[in-house]
């Protein structure tokens, strides 16, 4: 058996490809821009030129077993990437096909979030769970859900979109999607940023926060604040973890995981954020459930997540 | 191979049990009252003689492959009741190892809602499909849900529990459950009644439902009304639809279902509960979902239904 995986993630800013080894070693890791080219086609060359350079400077020529990608809203079950507005090309594209065809190797494509989750479990915090959630709390709110030891696709290819349980019926906050009240909204770092925004408007406490223009700041911002001991700013992740929370318990009643694995740029924020969340999980969690489901940071380095994650599914490929 | 199961259904207050073929013909089918015995051994040694009295009766010694049992609370995995609040038995009880030791047959229990998703997927209107969820609307709302082809039960076993979904945050219906807001709180017969008292109580119009006495409303009640065509009724209808839906919409960007299968007393309101849910779902959806999940009435006969989910269960005795 061929000794490595190609794992490919494309993000709407850079795609970060690596070579992979079965124990979850990146031997090798290199990027391009996303965006430079209009054309999928040529975006391809470029990706198969420095991906062949990549392999051919790890003597890695013929041991590549398959190509794993994550990219946004795509599907596993036809490889294509349907729509997305984080990617400039026209869609749909039969990304599964044409990668495989300009490789000559097996390729298996999914969503970013349902990498992660396969990443999670092949080389991370979820090891040996055969039933999690992983929450990715970045731009947006993703999740990739594992049942039985397999991602949940769904029956079109797309389940697993919590960012988008809606969480305020009534007044919610208006979302990318079209829609209003999505988890999203409010617990992605646009959503603490957001929240910030709103918390300095309407109360009245003093707050380092109130020293930035209030429409640049950002979930960093509110994050130094608050390990500033700044109390608006902790009072912005308290908020933020209880909506998360109260969905995890929402969650809970569905697919009962083991543990939900925190994942992205958020989950830097440990305890700030995990508490709040434990709290809330807690008082809302069904009784049989209550003090089960674990709630753990992914253990994935965030530079190799992504890679990693993607490569994890380039062994299912064929 | 043997050509019969049996299949037990567990109630509060009746015990269904029938033998079935692989078809999902009920060959035979008898019952006894669950709460007649304070000891569960007792309770036992009555079903025991009145099951082998029907399998006797039917040629069917040394016929039955394996016995499937629907109860309430019940636990896939360890095979035990843990504990409920509508049986009289001192819990936990050992289900599964008691009965296939009494009887000296494989058995494998499970709660009466995946029982439910288990037989219309082998008999019903799922047959053919590997992802769909069962809603149930009885005295409370129970959910079966198959993903890849297999219910899903969790990490413990006690996954699908979505009538526990909190659908109200703020002012919610008390829930047995001992939380507030509920979807079983709105959406079962139970939720039902109790959106008509509150209409009654808080609105003005006239309604056939004034003449009843306010507490002794029952959803049948309200059902009869709006067939007669009373507008308050059919509002507490659209109503229970609409919360019922927009949970709905929730669930599909959990798992993608291909159908959600309705089942239990208040399916039997057809279009008067199905027209508000499809509408609440489809102004609610993710786009990507949009049209997407069917929502179907059940197609398994009420008065075996039970029995025959339970029984579905018995082929996967060992």
Redesign the interface.
Known sequence: MKPYVLGIDIGGTNTVFGIVDARGVVIASNSIKTAKHPKFEDYLDELHKEAMRLIEANDAVDKIYGIGIGAPNTNYYTGMI?ECANLIWETPIALSKMVSEKFGIPCAVTNDANAAAIGEMTYGAARGM??FIMITLGTGVGSG?V??G?V???????????G????K?NNGRICG???TGCLETYCSATGVARTAREFLEIRTEPSSLRNLPIEDITSKDVYDAAMSGDKLAKEVFDYTGKILG?AM???T??????AFIIFGGLAKAGELILKPIREAMDK?M????KG??KVLLSELKEADAAVLGASALGWEAK
């Open positions: 349907e055969k039933d859900i049942i039985n397999q949940v696709y769904g029956h079109d290819g797309f389940a697993g979109e919590l988008h349980i809606i969480v019926r999607c079209g829609r109260e318990a929402d969650m009643v569905f697919s009962s995981p083991e809302n069904l009784s049989v459930f089960k489901p």
